[in-house]
């Protein structure tokens, strides 16, 4: 499957949070295709500005257009998967996917073996291990047909196999022609990504 | 000492007055009586099965 | 031989086979008593002059309330049990009394509602029997409340054995509390009906029910503890063999 | 599956997962009333003159243990979130929300009460309008308390803080209630207050829902 | 600083951290207390009449929402967890934390009800035995309701349950309660109904830690 | 600081969970100086293991003691910091760590600048970033006597600097002769240790 081609348009963005200014006049333009990590220490303000572009967080100055149009007109293009597990303790994790993504049974079958959760379907989220859980929110990057994808700390609590699928479920994401931004604090090897440094605060 | 108190089989069902009251309780009694042992017949049942299903599995799992 | 005897109850493998039997046996036995008791009461009992017919609905009620009260302290025996000798047998034995129990107040509560109706012309008043019955049936609700809201069997277990345990302790108090607060100011109005002299074709089905509901309980509680003891132990190697032979 | 048809089965799901959500609300429900001759003399007759007020409030106090989480779980596993990516307008599934929670959480209390009534010796007729009250009257206070709900999203522990916060919103609808049971005590018509109730119960099903997306949005926007 | 002295000030940060933790309860209960005139009619012999015993039952409910989030946050944060590697009993930190919920949680909901008094025109003696009787009460309610909370840690949405579970061990507390109210309405003589109420929280403030401390160390073995 | 000499014995440990034998009659002794990763891949059942060493699992079978002595009698000498948060969202950093630790304000805000939360004090744990947040649990390290510590997935959510401040802090404690135990799913750069290696599951 390959993507319309797509672009967002971030200019002179700016925010501020607790009266310390996390990121100043930033702009920047990203294309199909591209995969843009965005780094910096704690407290750097990743999350904010992950959370502003996927509509999140409100835009406190500056602008962000999407294919011309502006942010809010265009969330259904965006998968964002953030710190919070995404997922309902109480329920199973198939039943979790298919409200998540909607997809058919069988489909989120073959998803959970290639996230490494065969056997688990009908497991209630909250009977997991930590990166099992992680996993089962992540597996909604097999489902869902958003073109740009923001995924904040998507390898925390995932083992080194698990990386690697991700990182080539990323790549392949990137070749159909969509957009992952991401942050995380140990760069992934296997992974083609330019780097958006946030100043450093601590 | 034993002989049935009524004189025919309708006024048995009615025991005037109180019929509305006397049969529901004792069919209470017994949906309630049937109904456990339902219940457990079933849940016994849905144990086996679910057993049934991991060895299954594990079957398919092992090779 | 005590000590052995007692012993076996460790083993849900032992518990599980001989059940079966028993179960078999107490179902049937229940069933004639009941029967027999229950015709009797209805149709060969001799009408209660005051009440009328309204009164064969004690061949129900009474042998259930009976039942209600008594399977809370089988549950606090095995409670005990339980945190003694750490069985986990009576942790299933408990929660199959649990569901028990709940039916049988409940069912002891309706009967005694409508039956009410009749004799006193209202189905509930704040009478200290029926109430510290109400009471019981929200303490047996806790146990099994409790139980549905914790994942893991064993704690839940343990919760549920410590709940009953303060429960039992309270039981007493709850009772005497009640029944001080009904005739503190009030006599009441309304009596439940004293003890009659019943002639003995009225007391004896009553007897043969109350056996047989004690039967038939076992028989319930028997079923359903084999039941769980399956669930839990299907990983055991003898529940694997029982199984993939069926 | 549409999106429609997934928000019901998910509902579904989460009531089998946890039927607690349900039963809990109507044990307290009848727990309270329970209470309310303990804490009395156990006479019949005072008893059944307050009887169907105590379970009117009582009821009330149900349904506001009931909304406490009626979006504060989901908030906090960012489940809500997801909502705005969804191809559907917020308050479209805010209303899809309520009117579930409203079928699903409220109505099994409704059906409880003839029990309450029972115990505390409601008339019949007097238990008959107390029914009718409170189907006509629980969806605007399903409302508010919703968006009651929505308003404390951000802050952590809010617990049934919202529900707090909308009460003055309730006092209307529990004085015309009231009324109304004034009137079938008496035996006089009931008819106009009962409109009167409807109405507000239509008024607030067609605004609320707009407000309370707007409360959620702005509940999202300040969490991490 | 001695550990001891750790708690109570971490309970004291909590509640300014949280005022509403204090308030909602108390605001809780003097809705509920203006609730009941509203859905009766304003009949003030009525409501003088039933005046303490809805005073009595509100409390008890604000009590129980309070007891709600005794454990439950502590528990989630995994800070409860931490009171195993402290170097003093668990039954200890129980015990005090109790202590500290009674002080700063209870005491200001029995310091409020004069008021909820005046509203429900309760008379000034009877309002001074209502206030007597909570006093005493109250320690024995908060250990059960503490049980409650500590008895359902494990559940992952318990809210609620802890507190119905343990309302049936409520009964004999309001109903001696109930008994002081009426006496002291007719005038007669109440001490010995309080004396009997005192020995129960006795007895309660006495076991009951105990009871808690082995629900609590059994819930946070069966977490991650 | 040199702590006494300390060791753990674990014998025969097994622990089944969910129906899946997780680790099956593992046997070790750790002794003053040593770290040890606890690795394996996710569900593996690291976290069971390190809980039930820190007295919060119960032991299903086997037997664990320490000096001689068993578990339930040294559980001050641990310091056990999970996947959970730790610390109180609603509390200030400083309160926070001096209800746990029992320090005095003077010696946290210095251990507060160590691990990068200089200014942070007075700010809730929630108004603070993911990081920074497992920062404010993991300064406990820098005010507790106990030899025991046991750290599960301690660099979750840190920036590359204080990764490097953690590995320092473990290294130093071993020194001092104290024991660590700890998993991770990035083997750490710059520390030494030994890994025990728990079974592949998923
Ligand atoms: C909801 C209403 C009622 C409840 C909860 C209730 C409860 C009970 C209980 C718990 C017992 C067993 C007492 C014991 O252990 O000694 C009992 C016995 C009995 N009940 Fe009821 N009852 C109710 C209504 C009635 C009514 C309306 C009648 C008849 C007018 C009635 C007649 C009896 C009789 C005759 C006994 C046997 C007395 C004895 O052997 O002590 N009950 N009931
Ligand atoms: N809820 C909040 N209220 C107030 N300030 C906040 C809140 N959340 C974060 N901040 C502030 O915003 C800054 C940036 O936070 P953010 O979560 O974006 O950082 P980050 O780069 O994602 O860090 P990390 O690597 O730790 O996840 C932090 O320094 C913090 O002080
Ligand atoms: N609360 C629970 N109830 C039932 N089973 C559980 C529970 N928590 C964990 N498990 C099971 O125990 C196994 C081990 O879990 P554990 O958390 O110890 O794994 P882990 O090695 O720490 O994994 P991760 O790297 O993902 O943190 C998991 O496979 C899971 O299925
Ligand atoms: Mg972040
Ligand atoms: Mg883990």
New interface residues.
């Given amino acids: 499957m390959i993507f319309e081609p797509i672009d967002i348009e971030i200019s002179d963005l700016s925010c501020e949070r607790d009266d310390r200014s996390l990121f100043k006049n930033l702009s920047m333009t990203l294309n199909s295709g591209q995969i843009l990590r965005v780094a910096g220490p704690n407290g750097a303000g990743k999350t904010t500005l992950l959370r502003t572009i996927a509509g999140l967080f409100d835009i406190q100055t500056g602008t962000i257009r999407m294919n011309q149009s502006p942010l809010t007109e265009c969330l259904q293009q965006i998968l964002y998967i953030g710190h919070k597990p995404q997922v309902t303790k109480d329920l199973t994790v198939l039943d979790n996917l298919k409200f998540l993504t909607g997809s058919d049974e069988d489909h989120l079958k073959r998803v959970l073996s290639d996230v490494g959760l065969k056997g688990y379907h009908d497991s209630l989220v909250k009977e997991l291990s930590q990166g099992q859980g992680r996993r089962c929110a992540l597996a909604r990057l097999w489902c869902v047909e958003a073109p740009i994808w923001i995924l904040d700390e998507p390898y925390t609590a995932l083992d080194v196999e698990m990386v690697k699928t991700l990182d080539a479920r990323i790549t392949s994401h990137a070749t159909a022609g969509g957009i992952c931004l991401f942050t995380t604090h140990q760069p992934p090897q296997s992974l083609n990504y330019t780097t958006l440094e946030l100043g450093h605060v601590t | 000492m034993l002989e049935f108190q009524f004189a025919s089989l309708t006024e048995f069902f009615e025991m005037a007055p109180h019929g509305v009251y006397v049969w529901p309780i004792y069919g209470l009694g017994l949906l309630v009586l049937s109904g456990l042992t339902f219940a457990n017949a079933r849940q016994h049942r849905r144990a086996v099965r679910m057993i049934q299903r991991n060895l299954e599995r594990e079957e398919t799992h092992e090779p | 031989m005590g000590w052995r005897w007692f012993h076996q109850w460790g083993s849900p493998r032992w518990f599980y086979e001989r059940a079966g039997r028993w179960q078999l046996v107490c179902g049937w036995l229940a069933l004639t008593l009941?029967i027999t008791g229950?015709f009797?009461g209805?149709?060969?009992?001799?009408?209660d002059y005051q009440q009328?017919?309204?009164y064969?609905?004690i061949y129900?009620?009474v042998p259930?309330a009976f039942l209600a009260q008594a399977l809370y302290t089988a549950m606090a025996v095995c409670a005990v049990v339980l945190f003694v000798w750490k069985m986990k047998l009576a942790d299933v034995a408990m929660q199959s009394i649990a569901?028990?129990g709940f039916?049988f107040t409940a069912?002891s509560l309706?009967?005694g509602?409508?039956?009410g109706?009749?004799t006193w012309g209202?189905?509930?008043?704040?009478?200290a029997r029926l109430?510290s019955m109400?009471?019981?049936a929200?303490?047996y609700?806790?146990v099994i409340?409790?139980r549905?809201?914790?994942?893991?069997p064993d704690?839940?277990g343990?919760?549920c054995g410590?709940?009953v345990l303060?429960?039992v302790v309270?039981l007493p108090?709850?009772k005497?509390?009640?029944e001080?607060?009904?005739t503190?100011?009030?006599p009441a109005s309304l009596k439940l009906t004293e003890k009659p002299a019943m002639p003995?074709?009225m007391w004896i089905p009553l007897l043969i029910n109350i056996l047989g509901y004690y039967i038939?309980a076992g028989?319930?509680i028997l079923?359903?503890m084999?039941?769980?003891v399956?669930?839990r132990e299907?990983?055991s190697a003898w529940?694997?063999e029982l199984?993939?032979h069926? | 599956m549409s999106l429609e048809r997934r928000m019901f089965t998910r509902e579904l799901k989460l009531i089998a997962a946890r039927p607690g959500d349900i039963l809990k609300p109507i044990w307290f429900l009848m727990l309270v009333i329970s209470m309310v001759p303990l804490a009395l003399a156990p006479d019949s007759d005072l008893l059944s003159e307050i009887g169907s007020a105590m379970i009117w409030v009582a009821t009330l106090l149900a349904l506001l243990l009931n909304a406490e989480h009626l979006f504060q779980s989901d908030f906090s596993d960012g489940v809500l979130e997801q909502w705005l990516f969804l191809d559907r307008p917020l308050v479209w599934l805010v209303g899809l929300k309520l009117i579930t929670h409203w079928l699903f959480h409220v109505l099994p209390l409704i059906l409880i009460t003839p029990i309450a009534g029972i115990i505390l010796s409601v008339p019949t007729d007097v238990l008959l309008a107390l029914l009718v009250t409170l189907v006509i009257a629980t969806p605007a206070l399903t409302c508010f308390s919703g968006l009651g709900a929505a308003l404390t999203l951000g802050s952590s522990r809010s617990g049934i803080l919202g529900v707090l916060v909308m009460m003055p919103l309730f006092v209307p609808v529990v004085i015309l209630a009231a009324g109304v049971l004034i009137r079938a005590m008496d035996g006089s018509d009931t008819l106009p207050l009962l409109a009167l109730l409807g109405a507000f119960s239509v008024v607030a099903a067609t605004f609320v829902p707009i407000v309370v997306s707007a409360a959620i949005r702005l509940n999202i926007g300040g969490s991490n």
Same sequence: chains 1, 6.
């Fill in positions: 009941l229950s009797w209805l149709a060969l009992a001799p009408v009328g017919n309204s064969r609905i129900l009620h259930v569901v028990m039916a069912l309706v009967s509602a409508v039956w109706k009749p209202t189905y509930w008043v704040w009478d109430t109400l009471i019981l929200f303490l609700l806790g409340g409790l549905a809201a914790i994942q893991d704690q839940a343990k919760a410590i709940l303060v429960g309270n108090i709850i005497y509390s009640v001080w607060w009904n503190l100011h009030q003995a074709s038939a028989y319930l079923g359903s084999r039941a769980i399956l669930e299907r990983r529940v694997r199984v993939s069926a």
